[in-house]
Each structure stands twice: as C-alpha cells, then as structure tokens.
C-alpha cells in the first residue's frame, strides 16, 4: 500500500504523526506502508505558492489512499480565494473524485459524559452522516462577486445537483444502510429549492431498488432540531454538500467532541481520502495538546474501506476504547477523575494499546 501522508497546517503535523506511529506499529504484525509526506493548504503555499501543489495532486493520485490532517491557518486568511488553504482541499476532493464522505458519530460509553446534551440523549449513539462531497453550492457555477445596478456589490452562488450525482451517492447510502440497520433519512429542503426536489425525486427512485431500506425524507432545519431532540432516531443520513458540512459538526458535538471524528471520502472504486472533520485548530498548534483520535480513526476507516482489512480497523477503534477506558483524555474530552494527556503520550497509549 502506498499512502500519500498530507500533514497540512495547524495541528495537522502533529496530529498526523500519532496516527503514522500507529500504521508503523502494525508494520511490525507484517502489514506493508509506503508513505510519502507532501504538502498541502498553507504548508502547500509556503512551500510552492499554491494550496494544492502539482506534485501533491500528482502523488495523491498515485497512491493507494490519502490520509490528510488538516489546512487553514491565521496567516492565509487574507489571501485570495483560489490560494486560501480552504481550496486546495476542495480541488484534493474534486480532483480525485471522492463524492463520497462517510462522517460517522458514535458516542463512546467512556465519553457519553461530555457531550453538552443530557447523557441519556447520546448515550450508545451510532449513526452515520453520509455526505455528496464533490457538488452542490461548493462547487457549482457561475459563482462570484459583482456590482448591481444600484452600485451595491453583490455575491453568489449556484446550488446544483444533476441527476447522476444523486443517484451515485444515494446508492452508497443505500448500501451503507444495508450493513446496518437498513433506515436512511434523506435530508433536503424540498419546500423551497429545486435542486432539493430533485434530490428527492431521485433519492426516491433509486429507494425502488432498495425494497428492504425503510427511506424516509426531512428537512434540514428538522434535521437539525431532531439531531439534538432524539439523535437516536437516525441510522443513515444522507445528505448533500452543504447541509451535510452544517449537520456534522453538529452531530460531532452530540459525540462530545469533534476530536473524535474521523471521515472517510470515496470515490467509485473505494479509493480514497481520510481526513479527521475537526479543523486545523490554530490556536493550539505546536502545543502538544490537541485530540489525535480523529486522525488515528481516520487511519483505521482507510484500512476498512479502502484496504479491505477489516480486522485491523477493528484493532484499531479497540485501542482507542481501551485507552479511554484506562481513562486517558486530551483536553477536549478532560473531566474530573480522569488523566490528561498530551498530543504525543494519547498516540504513544494507542500503540501500546495494540
Ligand atoms: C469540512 C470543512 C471544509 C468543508 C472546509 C475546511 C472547506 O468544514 O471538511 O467539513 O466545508 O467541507
Ligand atoms: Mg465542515
């Protein structure tokens, strides 16, 4: 396997050499790891001027999969929109055609205390957020900034979706529903926009096939108060760019922290790019104290999704379980009676944990 290990800005160095340690670790029980760093967002800017460098792009597309940390940072802010950290990984996305972002939120027994909600509200917590990846308002066009007849300056965006998008990722729902407990919400705002209803109608097509899926529809701001009412009550929700960008922070939150969530983003073949879904948390880079977990996740969905190693997946997200369980937290998830721990000792406690 040959993995393109993209670090990126922030906190993505260190959170990525946690989650490197770990694939070294199962190096010695004789699985094979090529891995070649390279830069992307500012770190790609820095080092050539543009967030997505040629050579990154060139590399990601070689490799096997992508493990990404995360991009953004203070110092880019001001930048052009085609420099800003932000756009080298949407155009990572787009270029390797990863329409397809599974964001799972599970609540772990240890942590069901540390969600801002009632415990009894998230406590077993499993659903997956599936979320279209590669379209919608991210990516739609025309886009831009102009000046109308009245002299005000203007912006806009053009939310679409054809038809075959909708269908390729209702069918990874669909299929990912199946492996579990066989119920997909579509989330949608049919009420007011066109690209929603034919989101709907297409969601509902392709339900037809699915004769053993129960398919039901909502709309987003439903979604988003019944996300925190009664979370219990999703298994899949599936979900279009944008809404699905809103949906899973907050659905991170139910989780206790966004420290804790992985994601993985696929293409047709299951290739593809695993990147934690917190950010790049400038505020605490280089500080030793930000969540590793996410990344170390994101490595374990890599080895379930796109190498096939099921098992190993499953070692993995054991010795996340097994560290919490000895009660080990970095700060994000610190409460009383437990130990805190930096950013290197969490990822040392996963290895030994293997
Ligand atoms: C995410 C992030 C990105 C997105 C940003 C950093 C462009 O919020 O992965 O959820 O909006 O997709
Ligand atoms: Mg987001």
């Known amino acids: 396997m040959k993995i393109a290990v993209l670090p990126g800005d922030g906190i993505g160095p ?169 119920k997909l919400c579509s989330v949608d705002k049919a009420n007011v926009l066109e690209t929603s209803q034919l989101w709907r109608e297409v969601v509902s097509e392709v339900g037809k096939e699915y004769p053993d899926i129960a398919l039901s529809h909502m709309y987003v701001d439903n979604a988003a108060m019944q996300l925190v009412r009664n979370p219990k009550q999703f298994d899949v929700i599936l979900t279009g760019n944008l809404f699905g960008d809103i949906l899973s922070d907050q659905a991170s939150m139910l989780t206790g922290s966004i420290g804790m969530l992985p994601s993985a983003s696929l293409d047709e073949r299951s290739k593809g790019l695993f990147e934690p879904i917190h950010g790049s948390a400038p505020d605490i880079a280089g500080k030793n104290i930000a969540n590793p977990l996410a990344t170390i996740l994101s490595a374990a969905m890599m080895l379930r999704y796109t190498c096939n190693l099921e098992e190993t997946a499953q070692r993995i997200e054991q010795a996340v379980k097994k560290v919490l369980a000895k009660g080990l937290r970095t700060a994000d998830i610190f409460q009383e009676g437990t130990r805190k721990v930096g950013t290197e000792e969490m990822g040392d406690a996963v290895v030994d944990a293997l």
Request: glycine letters at 10%; hydrophobic letters at 40%.
């Open 14 to 182: 260190e959170i990525m050499a946690q989650a490197v340690k770990v694939l070294q670790r199962l190096v010695r029980d004789g699985l094979k790891f090529e891995l070649e760093y390279a830069p992307i967002g500012g770190a790609g800017f820095d080092a050539c001027g543009d967030p997505l460098p040629e050579a990154t792009l060139k590399l990601a597309r070689q490799a096997d999969a992508v493990l990404l940390g995360a991009v953004g940072g203070y110092r880019y802010d001001k930048l052009p929109r085609q420099q800003r950290p932000e756009r080298g990984l949407l155009r990572i996305r787009k270029e390797l055609g990863v329409f397809a972002n599974l964001r799972p939120a599970l609540v772990y027994a240890e942590l069901a205390h540390a969600t801002t909600l009632k415990p009894e509200v998230v406590a077993g917590l499993d659903i997956m957020i599936l979320r279209e990846l590669t379209g919608d308002i991210y990516f739609g066009e025309p886009r831009g900034r102009r000046t109308n007849a009245k002299g005000e300056r203007e912006g806009f965006d053009t939310m679409l979706y054809s038809e075959s998008e909708i269908r390729r990722i209702a069918r990874v729902g669909f299929d990912i529903a199946r492996k579990r407990h066989r």
